[in-house]
Each structure stands twice: as C-alpha cells, then as structure tokens.
C-alpha cells in the first residue's frame, strides 16, 4: 500500500508560480513511476506529468511544457511539481499518483495509476 498527501496549493495570480509537494509512505516509493494530474470543476481529470521511478525520465503534457516541471527526492519519499508562469486555465485540483505492479516508467494514462492522493486547490487568478 502507498498513501500519498499533497500540499502546496494555493491561490496565485497569472504569471505566479507554486511548487507541489507530494508525501509518500510506504517502502516502494523508488520502485515505482509517479504521475500529477488535475481536475478542473465539470471536466476529467488529465494527465499533467509524470516521472520515472529513477527520476531519470519525465513526461509533461504539451499545455504545461516549459512551465512545469516535475522532481522526486527518493530519500525523502516525495515527489514535486515546480509550476512556473500560471495561467487562470492552469485552475484545478491537482492529485498526485503512484503507478501500479512497481512499474517505472512513466505514463500518462490514469488507468496505470493505483495510488492517489486527495489533491490540493491550485487557483489562478487573473
């Protein structure tokens, strides 16, 4: 089992940044692939990035790249996501993610996803 706690969220005007934090517990942390995600109200959740078990490879989806970026400290068993350059459409509940089976690579889909934290409000103001 992972349990996983985000923090950092908050209220931020455009062109502000914020960083994100997710707090694993649990003994696979560095075992397995990490991924944030957000939901805006009346939409799906989408695929925000993800990071290898390594931290050696990462994935960004194309509305957030070169604006965020996504770290992990295995030592600490957390994961980040810097957001730089926030745009009001950037406005979610942004959930962090383990992947399932130990699995480290990296993914988009929500599917491969076992683990999930109960999110932090990101609000974007204009």
């Known amino acids: 089992q992972v349990q996983l706690v985000e923090s950092g969220g908050g209220l931020v005007q455009t062109g502000g940044s914020l960083r994100l934090s997710c707090a694993a517990s649990?003994?696979?942390?560095?075992?397995?692939?990490m991924g944030w995600f957000r939901q805006a109200p009346g939409k799906e959740r989408e695929f925000v990035a993800s990071?290898?078990?390594?931290?050696?490879?990462?994935s960004y989806a194309d509305s957030v790249k070169g604006r965020f970026t996504i770290v992990r400290d295995n030592a600490k068993n957390t994961v980040y996501l810097q957001m730089n350059s926030l745009k009001p459409e950037d406005t979610a509940v942004y959930s962090c993610?383990?992947?399932?089976?130990?699995?480290?690579?990296?993914?988009?889909?929500?599917?491969?996803?076992?683990?999930w934290g109960g999110g932090t409000q990101v609000t974007v103001s204009l």
């Open positions: 990071i290898s078990a390594s931290g050696g490879s990462t």
């Open positions: 649990g003994r696979t942390f560095s075992s397995r692939a």
């Open positions: 993610a383990a992947r399932k089976d130990l699995r480290i690579a990296t993914s988009t889909r929500v599917s491969e996803y076992a683990y």
